[in-house]
């Protein structure tokens, strides 16, 4: 009877372990939109840091927007100038960006930021993958980094179970 006991003393221990790691450092996301294809796909599970926002170029992190949660890529940081040129290129600190996974042109918004853009310190400037139509800091400006959910770790591709 004590054996049994102290197994789910254990068990007990080991969920609120758990269950804390998973509230206040890690994060899971299922990712359900097409901005970041090929990246990141419909169905994916994002796996991110809630404490790791010391951004760089080129990380995927989470908003939330118009009551939507969205996995967008950092582009630029604090004191970077963003520049969107006429045709379709995006530009940070007068250079190119390395963006892997970008296939299309980048078209600036009539209702978004005036280029070229100084992202304000605390603030990240981000853009999706799949840019045509994208909801992103073409459209709301930097934002504040205090407002994202974390930098995402890992992705698991977990479509069709």
Do not use: C, W
Not at 97 to 123: I, L, M
Request: hydrophobic letters at 40%; charged letters at 25%; proline letters at 3%.
């Amino acid at each position: 009877m004590q054996d049994i006991l102290n197994l789910l003393i254990k068990l007990a221990l080991i969920t609120v372990a758990a269950a804390n790691i998973f509230t206040f450092l890690f994060g899971l996301h299922r990712y359900n939109d097409v901005n970041m294809n090929t990246a990141l796909q419909e169905g994916d599970l994002l796996l991110y840091n809630r404490l790791d926002k010391d951004y760089v170029s080129g990380d995927v992190t989470l908003l939330e927007y118009d009551g939507k949660v969205q996995a967008q890529r950092v582009i630029a940081v604090a004191g970077d100038v963003v520049n969107i040129t006429e045709d379709g290129y995006v530009t940070v600190n007068g250079g190119r960006p390395e963006e892997k996974y970008v296939f299309k042109e980048t078209d600036a918004y009539e209702e978004g930021p005036v280029y070229p853009y100084t992202v304000p310190e605390g603030e990240i400037f981000v853009l999706s993958d799949n840019r045509p139509n994208a909801a992103d800091s073409r459209l709301y400006g930097a934002v504040k980094e205090a407002d994202t959910y974390g930098t995402v770790m890992s992705v698991i591709r977990r479509r069709n179970i």
